[in-house]
């Protein structure tokens, strides 16, 4: 039997909630072993001069813990 566990992350881009997205998972995938899915809880961006300048998103990651 596996035992999972979600860890909530924030991350950002200044291209698209896309690459905010892939971006977050290849930096979890880093420093937790056997990711295997992602959860876009929330998106958002940040407004400077009128102009989108970031997107973020609230991940939660889900990876599997090995005995």
Do not use: H, P
Not at 26 to 31: D, F, H, M, Y
Not at 38 to 67: C, H, M, P
């Amino acid at each position: 039997m596996s035992v999972a566990k979600v860890t909530e992350i924030i991350a950002s881009s200044t291209k698209s909630f896309d690459d905010a997205t892939e971006k977050g998972v290849a930096r979890a995938s880093k420093t937790l072993k056997n990711v295997t899915g992602a959860w876009v809880k929330d998106q958002k961006v940040v407004v400077e001069d009128g102009k989108i300048s970031e997107y973020r998103v609230n991940l939660n990651v889900t990876f599997i813990l090995k005995d």
